[in-house]
């Protein structure tokens, strides 16, 4: 939201919460920050809340009395607005971590960085504007629970970009404007930022003044930010001092209520494709997804973009790049199918998908509709005249398998069929599943596992087709072609060499993500060149 707001062309850009409303007094501190004549300026204000029960308000000039009086500063609900004046000045100096919004660290980090950066002046605006939260219900303002994976992966952000986790030597001297009203009138104030701004950097507590005419001392407020969020000093180390992202917490967190994840297996030489395949997927709003890294530097990468990530049991700590048919790559492949295994005991669902496979739209729905016992999965088969269902056809890049016994039993063969074989993992599938020469295969479409009476069913080729297919990769419009024929995904395969791979998404204009800014890149209304995080 940050990299949107900062892509409009207005005179001022405002980035409030949705839940603080604001009264009418925004439009005044507006126009007395502007006629400041800071060039550069960040604004910067948290909120009070109020009882719900307690709110009688008759006329719209008593709300900033009201709220004067009966609010309460909410100390542990963090910056509820920016505003800043756009310009070629950034908000602050690096590069702005992908943080999970609503997971904490993002706030604190982002205001830290603007102070330390000097870019801007800062100004608290919290006392002359008045913003407040309602309560309902005996509601309370309470910081994000400290154990989520998404908590600890924003900790881990905010202690490796920039400078949040240390203050720099200079720090003390840096100066953070106070706008605060006195009488009728918007009073305005430089200090330094020393202690004050210390406090409004990790918790948001608000600096409060013994006087209206000097910075006066910080008093320390009586709050309960018992969360991680909010104990930053003496909880961020502890929280990154190692990382461990378990597959069983992960699961419960991500999986979707049917118990659905997608999943991917990647290596670190693939990072940039990952980065474009998540991008699609939270494009297409699909939250559901892990990634299992295979080795020691994805794994580390993935822990700094923010994502659900877990190691596989691949044996590898290094990030050799495996080119396909190398055996490298065979043996990496394989981590793949045991990893599906590992998730279906435990439970959950698999849509497996491979990073180089675009999705122009959701397929889950139409994945489950094929029901339990049935295993829908891509054909490799690029040749119109022939079925899809040839044999060593069936794709392992992208597949969709339930959690059910006959399953689970057919994949535990799969792993065992793929470690004594000297190919890589996806022949082990086809031979598996449909038979040595397809002698299980089931008219043109479908094969029958005779053992546990697992059904594959090849996809449609014109929904979901392989690279080499219908040469959708060589047409002059990609995306046009792949929506005459109604796509659903398009594999990027049947093309050796990872950068390759990466050249001809590119040209095809379904590349997702721009590696400089570590951004999703999106196209917004009036703003094509914009990039935008999710």
Not at 51 to 77: F, M, T
Request: glycine residues 6%.
């Amino acid at each position: 939201m940050v990299a949107r707001a900062r892509s409009a062309s207005s005179g001022v850009v405002v980035l409030v919460d949705p839940d603080v409303v604001l009264p009418p007094s925004l439009t005044k501190v507006l126009s007395h920050v502007r006629s400041l004549q800071h060039r550069h300026w960040l604004m910067v204000a948290t909120s009070k809340t109020l009882p719900g029960s307690s709110l009688a308000i008759d006329k719209l000039h008593q709300v900033e009395d009201y709220v004067s009086k009966n609010g309460r500063w909410s100390e542990c609900g963090g910056v509820k607005l920016w505003a800043w004046n756009p310009s070629q000045v950034p908000l602050h100096a690096g590069v702005l971590p992908p943080f999970r919004y609503g997971a904490g660290f993002h706030n604190q980090w982002m205001l830290n960085e603007a102070i330390a950066s000097e870019l801007r002046v800062v100004i608290d605006v919290s006392e002359a504007l008045g913003a407040f939260q309602i309560l309902l219900n005996n509601d309370t303002i309470q910081a994000p629970p400290s154990s989520t994976w998404e908590v600890d992966a924003n900790a881990r952000l905010a202690r490796t970009y920039g400078s949040y986790a240390f203050k720099p030597p200079h720090f003390s001297n840096q100066p953070v404007a106070r706008l605060f009203p006195c009488g009728s009138q918007l009073c305005h104030q430089s200090c330094d930022a020393g202690g004050r701004s210390q406090a409004l950097m990790t918790s948001f507590r608000r600096y409060v003044h013994e006087s209206e005419s000097s910075c006066g001392k910080l008093s320390a407020p009586q709050l309960d930010c018992s969360s991680s969020q909010h104990q930053v000093s003496g909880n961020l180390s502890s929280i990154t001092s190692g990382y461990s992202y378990q597959l069983e917490s992960l699961l419960l967190k991500v999986s979707s209520p049917d118990k659905v994840v997608v999943l991917t297996v990647v290596s670190h030489s693939y990072r940039d494709m990952l980065m474009s395949w998540v991008c699609r997927l939270r494009h297409l709003n699909v939250t559901n997804y892990l990634v299992a890294t295979i080795d020691k530097e994805m794994y580390q990468f993935g822990i700094l973009q923010g994502l659900p990530v877990f190691r596989t049991e691949s044996g590898r700590s290094d990030s050799k790049d495996c080119t396909f048919g190398s055996s490298c790559f065979k043996t990496v492949t394989k981590s793949k199918s045991r990893t599906v295994l590992r998730i279906l005991e435990l439970g959950y669902s698999v849509l497996f998908s491979d990073v180089d496979v675009y999705w122009f739209s959701s397929p889950i729905q139409e994945l489950m509709a094929f029901g339990l016992g049935v295993l829908a999965a891509q054909t490799d088969e690029y040749n119109e005249k022939e079925a899809v269902n040839l044999p060593r056809r069936l794709n392992s890049g992208f597949y969709f398998a339930w959690s059910d016994n006959a399953t689970i039993v057919s994949f535990r063969k799969i792993v065992k069929h793929a470690a004594k074989s000297k190919l890589s993992e996806q022949p082990s599938f086809y031979d598996v599943l449909c038979g040595e020469d397809g002698k299980h295969r089931k008219g043109n479409s479908s094969c029958v596992e005779p053992e546990t009476n697992l059904t594959v069913e090849f996809l449609d080729r014109w929904r979901y087709p392989n690279g080499a297919y219908k040469l959708i990769w060589d047409s002059k419009d990609v995306r046009g072609t792949c929506q005459r024929l109604g796509c659903v995904i398009l594999h990027n395969n049947w093309k050796t060499g990872h950068q390759q791979k990466i050249e001809r998404q590119t040209r095809a204009g379904l590349w997702e993500y721009d590696p400089e800014t570590r951004m999703c890149s999106r196209a917004w209304k009036n703003h094509e060149n914009s990039k935008h995080f999710y």
